[in-house]
């Protein structure tokens, strides 16, 4: 797959002042015509929540209309909308006629669990991979060449199922889902970061073979530093490379927490998309929408700015 | 002297021609497989239900057991090939004509070029899966719907490596020669620089039917586009999945096809990266 490598320019900040409140605007723009893609009226579809009543009188609907503020000007109703996703109100779900947003809050912490440890354990196991795979020449490094290169064609839908059948169904080692204990988190945290991890390693590889014959890596040698030293050095230069490319993961990343989470029937925010799919909750997909693009818009920002402070020699050019 | 003007340019068409033709050979590699797998579903499938048949395992009527259904898996899996590829292709070809299509038109403006790849930027920075889910599943659940969030979230790579190509393009000497002989901006994009372009977009496009695929499995893995009586290969192990415990074989065999797939189109693609460069 061919990631293009952002050239320095186009790191730091132009993602923080451009990217991401334009993001932020295009995404609430297409959650608040949902709606619309989907052909239904809100009043309409509330009401045949509410009252299980599929031909709702429309005398209320149009009295509903006026009380939700449905026949004002597109543009106070987008507003209106903006004012409300950023204070986490999304309306009631027309399944559960619970508010959506507390609900999404909820999964929400179930899958930034799961996010954050996948990507600790990535980035721990992806970068040590990459290194051995760039240092070691011998079958050590074509072993670790070789895990990166499985988890790389591997996508979450496929090594999901087969990791249940194998460990949870064959061998009887992991539950096969549930959320709480730490055997629970094994597997769904090892498929999601299988990705992460082959892309990781690469990237690390590619960028040590990059620094290995550079004067520098010279110079820590005649100097004495063993082997962990100048992989230490090596890697100094390493970092932006590693940080970009983990900050592209990002997206991919939670794109396949959704997966996972349909899998092995974690209570997440992916479980609480694909629910809200199944069941056509028009307010529950806008949160979700809404939600896990800014998410995902925020963080990506935030590590395109703070690759600037990765490397070294990019603090001097960047100001 | 003219002579050995001449002779460049000799060279420089033979190498264009030589790159074309590792792309094309990739092409036609995927197109290949692409009948065969036709092929195969046309020659034995029986996509008939048969309960009685229910959670057969491997044997020789049936070489990779019944689902939950009683369908053959193993034909069902080779009937699932045309369906996935035929989509993943859809997708792959229609989003690299959309990039392209856009790429032309910012390459000919400052400010729709800044404007553009900003737009890009954002579609870049947003998990593709859950927005193009979110969107089929509003649209409706058929495979036009899962089409068109697939195109609309995935024309940016070919819309950066077409521009970034064509903006290289522009600043060579051939295309200062075809203005000046009076060709019009439109006529030089699309007759001069766009053909020096089709080579890596060829190459993207090799490299992007893995990835097609994986999406296009998994969305409909997820309840969107082709669902469970067809036999896409996401679909199929999304039905497949509960009953993992008794037919472990159906989920084995449609996992198995998709990793096939994607880790030989990342192959071929990797492979045709590396001869152009």
Known sequence: MIRPRPSVERIGFRRLIVTLPLGVVALSLLAFNLPLLAGIDPATATLRARYSDPNPDPAIVASLRGELGLDDHALVRFGRFLLRALQGDFGLSYTSRLPVGSAAWRALSVSAQMVVVTVALASLVGVALGMVAAMQRGPLGRIASAISAAGASLPPHVMGPLCVLIFGIWLRFVPTGGWGSVRQMILPVVVLAAGPIASIAEVTRTEMLNALPQSFIRTARSKGLGPSGVARHAFAVSRLGVLSIAATNLAGLLSGAVLVETIFSLPGLGNFIVTAVRNGDVPALQCGLFVVGSISLVVGSLADAAAVFADPRLRHTAR | ?277
């Open chain 2, 1 to 277: 002297m003219i002579s050995q003007v001449r002779r460049s340019a000799f060279s420089v068409r033979r190498l264009r021609l030589s790159e074309n033709r590792v792309a094309l050979v990739g092409l036609v590699g995927l197109g290949t497989i692409t009948m065969i797998a036709i092929q195969l579903s046309m020659a034995g499938v029986e996509q008939q239900t048969n309960l009685i048949d229910r959670f057969q395992s491997p044997s020789w009527n049936h070489l990779a057991g019944t689902d939950q259904f009683g369908r053959d898996v193993l034909s069902l899996v080779a009937a699932g090939a045309v369906r996935s590829l035929s989509l993943a292709g859809a997708v792959v070809i229609i989003s690299a004509i959309v990039g392209t299509c856009i790429a032309l038109v910012s390459a000919a403006g400052r400010f729709r070029r800044s404007a553009l790849v900003s737009v890009s930027d954002v579609v870049l920075a947003v998990p593709t899966l859950v927005v193009a889910l979110i969107v089929a599943a509003t649209i409706g659940s058929g495979t036009v719907a899962l089409l068109a969030a697939l195109v609309s979230l995935g024309w940016t790579p070919y819309f950066r490596l077409v521009l970034a190509q064509l903006e290289t393009a522009q600043q060579q000497l051939w295309v200062d020669a075809a203005v000046a002989s009076g060709a019009s901006p439109a006529r030089v994009l699309v007759r001069h620089i766009l053909p020096n372009v089709s080579s890596a977009l060829i190459a993207l496009i090799a490299t992007r039917v893995g990835h097609a695929v994986v999406s296009v499995s998994s969305l409909s893995f997820l309840g969107v586009g082709p669902q469970p009586p067809s036999s896409e290969w996401g679909a199929v192990l999304a039905a497949a999945q509960p009953h993992a415990e008794r037919a472990p074989w159906a989920v084995v065999a449609p996992s198995l096809a998709i990793l096939a797939t994607t880790a030989l189109a990342m192959g071929i693609g990797r492979r045709i990266t590396a001869r152009l460069r």
